[in-house]
């Protein structure tokens, strides 16, 4: 779900985004994926939080920018210690 307008604007804060999952701060259940999509109405990009069905836990608007050049860090994670 994403719940609020708040749209990721660099890479700094997509690392913020990331690291909040990969260590639990955020107290999702069954997390198992995360994942840079479109919305299928409008083409707005996002980063999906998904769990072990694939079904969206939760997610967060992504500027272009960040859509376009974030696709590693979301794929290999954030590679800097907690």
């Known amino acids: 779900m994403i719940s609020d307008n708040h749209v990721i604007e660099s890479l700094d804060e ?4 990331l690291r909040l999952i990969e260590t ?8 198992s994926g995360i994942a840079l999509a479109t919305n299928n109405a409008n083409g707005r ?4 939080v998904l769990d072990d069905n694939q079904q969206l836990l939760l997610g967060r608007w ?16 954030t590679k800097k210690p907690h």
Request: negative net charge; glycine residues 12%.
């Open 14 to 17: 997509l690392e913020t985004f």
């Open 24 to 31: 639990g701060a955020l107290g999702l259940d069954n997390v």
């Open 45 to 48: 990009p996002f980063v999906a």
């Open 62 to 77: 992504v500027s272009q920018e960040v859509f376009e050049n974030g696709k590693d860090m979301v794929r290999y994670g």
